[in-house]
């Protein structure tokens, strides 16, 4: 996918330097700070884990994957799609710069090559469907998501 950058961006890079402008890149390095490179460095760059038969984001106990397992109409399928999403709005959730769907469809295709790249180098053995679900409301910016299953699940009988 070609980089676009979103056009209020654009009007901003192109203020720098007495109205010269500046590379989106050159801009990173002006206004964000290397504790959000680090916090960034967790979104972009996951770390990916198996637990028991799942293959998930880090952070997850036998306990609350059992939680979920319990609901009714659960199946490893989403059990493991619930317990890897990611809302998209969330990396920012008190910005002081609203997300446009512009935004988020960016994040939405690099995480999700991001996420089809890392799985299939360090999990070969366990291909993956990765999601970047697009709601329907293309205004809802909540509903922006990126997930990911093994392709190991049957589909679900309730989707």
């Known amino acids: 996918m070609p980089f676009k950058i979103p056009k209020h961006l ?3 890079l192109a203020c720098w330097n007495n109205g010269s402008g500046i590379s989106l890149q ?12 680090v916090g960034y460095s967790t979104v972009f760059w996951p770390t990916f884990e198996v637990v028991g038969d799942y293959l998930l984001t880090d952070g997850w106990t036998e306990e609350a994957i059992k939680g979920f397992e319990k609901l009714s109409n659960s199946t ?17 959730a008190s910005s002081d710069v609203e997300p446009t769907v512009e935004h988020l469809l960016r994040l939405g295709e690099t995480l999700k090559e991001i996420y089809s790249a890392k799985l299939n180098w ?3 053995n366990r291909p993956c469907k990765v999601e970047f679900y697009i709601p329907e ?3 809802d910016l909540v509903g922006y998501q990126i997930s990911f299953w093994q392709k190991k699940w ?6």
């Open 10 to 12: 654009a009007r901003e």
């Open 26 to 37: 050159e801009w990173v390095g002006c206004v964000g700070n290397f504790d959000l490179a």
């Open 76 to 92: 490893p399928k989403s059990v493991e799609w619930v317990l890897n999403h990611l809302h998209l709005i969330d990396i920012h």
């Open 122 to 124: 360090q999990f070969p």
């Open 137 to 139: 409301d293309a205004d």
């Open 154 to 159: 049957p589909d679900d009988p309730n989707t």
